[in-house]
């Protein structure tokens, strides 16, 4: 702080200086701040307390007429509605609902709900409600072009992902993305139902990919490069009269020391009843620190 300013500004530069300025007070540092967006919310107080599902589903709808216009007058669409029960004895009750897609259609909010009615416990009543939407996205209008000509709009999946949620958990529907790497468990995640996932690689993968590889036992094979002839899994064996590989896949060695030099060997394979598998060997069937030439199934094909 005590040294000239000339030769710091040549030794470091003039933002040295400048910040060195700013942090004293001695230059303004104007800051922008950061605003969050104002959550829509609509509420309603109630003259005489309700307790039936017709009535809550009837107050449910006015709310929603009333936040849609909001949502209007902003561009957006809901992706997450908390509903708030206020009960007359002071306490409150959380009903929430989440969206595939951003919409504002108010008749398929007022499902969503009415999948979840049961959940809600009036208790001697209740007073007022309360509809926020915490999560909103965009929505522009919509294209009309399709039904402008005659011709059948496609069927918007959105509303049927929402419905089967509402019934069955969100965490239940999902698709899967690829993700790079060779491993296969690592290969896959979880992604939204209505995602269209790009970059699946070209190699044949089971439809059922196991969550762990099981281990098989009684596994007949010539070493090092043939598919199995026979193997049992669960109890039963299986006599394979059909088989193809070995595909290669080497250990992430920059993951973890233990797969330095991890290799598996996957076949697929194909038993007398018709049941295709997907199977691999540790090791390469060469040099011992591959693998223990133990074998697993690690999937199954349609």
Do not use: C
């Not at 039904?147 to 992902?161: E, T």
């Not at 269209?196 to 010539?222: D, F, I, M, N, Q």
């Amino acid at each position: 702080m005590p040294l000239p300013r000339g030769p710091l500004a040549r030794r470091l530069g003039m933002a040295s200086v400048r910040r060195l300025d700013e942090a004293l007070g001695r230059v303004p540092e104007p800051i922008v701040p950061v605003v969050p967006q104002e959550t829509p919310v609509a509420r309603l107080r109630l003259l005489e307390p309700i307790g039936t599902a017709e009535a809550i589903e009837q107050v449910i709808g006015d709310l929603l007429t009333d936040l849609i216009r909001q949502l209007v007058e902003r561009g957006r669409g809901v992706r997450a509605l908390i509903l708030t029960l206020e009960r007359i004895n002071g306490s409150e009750q959380h009903l929430s609902i989440g969206t595939a897609r951003a919409t504002r259609d108010a008749g398929h909010l007022a499902r969503l709900f009415h999948l979840r009615i049961d959940r809600i416990s009036p208790g001697d009543g209740i007073e007022a409600m309360r509809l926020a939407a915490p999560h909103t996205d965009p929505l522009g209008a919509t294209a009309l072009a399709a039904n402008l000509a005659g011709d059948d709009a496609p069927p918007d999946v959105a509303v049927l992902v929402d419905q089967i949620a509402g019934r069955v958990g969100e965490d239940a529907l999902f698709t899967t993305a690829p993700v790079e790497s060779d491993v296969p468990e690592r290969a896959v995640r979880r992604w939204s139902p209505l995602a269209a996932p790009t970059g699946w690689p070209s190699w044949k993968r089971p439809v059922r990919l196991l969550s762990r590889p099981e281990p098989l036992v009684g596994v007949l094979a010539l070493l090092p490069d043939a598919p199995p002839r026979r193997f049992t899994w669960r109890g039963k064996v299986h006599a394979v009269v059909a088989g193809d590989g070995p595909e290669r896949i080497h250990g992430e060695w920059w993951r973890r020391d233990g797969e330095v030099w991890a290799v598996r060997d996957y076949f697929r394979v194909e038993d007398d009843t018709g049941a295709r598998f997907w199977l691999f060997r540790r090791g390469d069937g060469v040099e011992p620190a591959t693998g223990d030439l133990s074998w697993y199934l690690h999937g199954l094909f349609g």
